[in-house]
């Protein structure tokens, strides 16, 4: 089994960056890849952007193409998410989740799921 724990949430103001971390412990080895999605209060969890563990394919949703950018660290079994340009609209507990499959833009095919971090952007 594979343990996820993110950091890096904060509040900041348009137009700022934050960078969120993601570190797993356990059976990295079985991990195919990583993914950050964000849930926003009354909404549905909703996919950023997902990277393979080992290769180097990766994608982000349209929403934060080019603002947001997936990497990893396999060497310190870390995934980061790097925000820049940030919105009010991108205010929402974010989370990092592992993939035993592959990657993916759908939820329900994540297998592990850290806690959440808050990401608060003000106008």
């Known amino acids: 089994q594979v343990q996820l724990v993110e950091s890096g949430g904060g509040s900041v103001q348009t137009g700022g960056s934050l960078t969120l971390s993601c570190a797993a412990s356990?059976?990295?080895?079985?991990?195919?890849?990583m993914g950050w999605f964000r849930q926003a209060p009354g909404k549905e969890r909703e996919f950023v952007a997902t990277?393979?563990?080992?290769?180097?394919?990766?994608y982000s949703a349209d929403t934060v193409k080019g603002r947001f950018t997936i990497s990893r660290d396999n060497a310190k079994n870390m995934g980061h998410l790097q925000m820049n340009s940030l919105k009010p609209e991108d205010t929402a507990v974010y989370y990092c989740?592992?993939?035993?499959?592959?990657?993916?833009?759908?939820?329900?095919?994540?297998?592990?799921w850290g806690q959440g971090t808050q990401v608060t952007v003000s106008s």
């Open positions: 990277i393979s563990w080992r290769g180097t394919y990766e």
């Open positions: 356990g059976r990295t080895d079985t991990v195919a890849a």
């Open positions: 989740a592992a993939n035993y499959k592959g990657t993916s833009s759908f939820p329900t095919t994540y297998d592990v």
